[in-house]
């Protein structure tokens, strides 16, 4: 927070929260919005500017998260801004096919060649449900290997032991997600490659897909170990190569 203490008065913003606990459960429509797990109130911000942020009590933030990610070129940057606003001249939504998708494809192919298809959705949680899906179709296995606190979306089998509201507290203890489903998911812990190969040896031919955060950022900002991920993807390759004719581990 620049120019102010971390006590700043957040009264309108108090107030706003108030107005929203009568709509929304907790006053959001993100669980870790609430912040209950962290204590204090939140803030309700008004504006945004390069890296800072306003509230409608006039507090600054630096912001580190940069809407959690969608801001990596900072608040309100004029070219950004100056391109929305030309898009938004032909409407804000057709429904239908458009040229920019395919163009937008062609420069992410480009940056990342190994991209053979690809698909756009409208959030992280449907890209992650569909990921799974596929490699669900492709191996025809149905269980998956999460890693706690690693968020991957708000589908029932991906909020087992993820960090984040509720779905923190138990394992079907999140509420509305069936037994049946979070025993598809096996939780196994961050940085621990003993834990993944034990789980791959448990349940040979069945796991279709091991899904994370390669740096966590839902439990806080935990880096891999030295040489975690290339031992992650060394055992999901061994793995599939020694217990499935055709298929493929999602990463």
Request: hydrophobic share 40%.
């Amino acid at each position: 927070m620049g120019g102010q203490s971390t006590s700043s008065i957040r009264a309108r913003s108090q107030t706003l929260q108030a107005r929203a606990e009568r709509y929304f459960p907790g006053g959001v429509n993100s669980p870790v919005r609430a912040f209950r797990a962290v204590g204090g109130q939140p803030p309700f911000i008004e504006r945004g500017e390069g890296a800072w942020l306003e509230d409608v009590d006039g507090n600054r933030y630096v912001d580190y998260f940069g809407s959690w990610g969608p801001m990596i070129l900072g608040h309100a940057f004029a070219p950004v801004v100056e391109a929305i606003e030309d898009a938004a001249r032909n409407s804000t939504s057709f429904g239908a096919s458009t040229a920019t998708e395919a163009e937008l494809a062609e420069r992410i192919a480009a940056c990342y060649p190994a991209l053979q298809m690809m698909r756009f959705v409208n959030s992280g949680t449907e890209a992650t449900m569909s990921a799974i899906r596929l490699a669900r179709a492709a191996t025809r296995r149905k269980m998956v290997v999460k890693f706690e606190g690693c968020y991957h979306g708000h589908a029932d089998g991906l909020l087992v032991k993820a960090g984040s509201g509720v779905a923190t507290f138990g394992i079907p203890g999140s509420a509305g997600v069936p037994e049946e489903i979070a025993r598809l998911t096996l939780a196994l812990p961050y940085n621990d490659l003993g834990a993944v190969e034990s789980a791959l040896d448990a349940h040979p031919g069945e796991i279709a897909a091991v899904i994370l955060e390669p740096v966590v950022g839902n439990a806080g900002c935990i880096p891999p170990g030295e040489g975690y991920l290339a031992g992650l993807r060394a055992l999901t390759r061994r793995h599939v190569a020694s217990t499935a004719s055709a298929g493929t581990t999602a990463r």
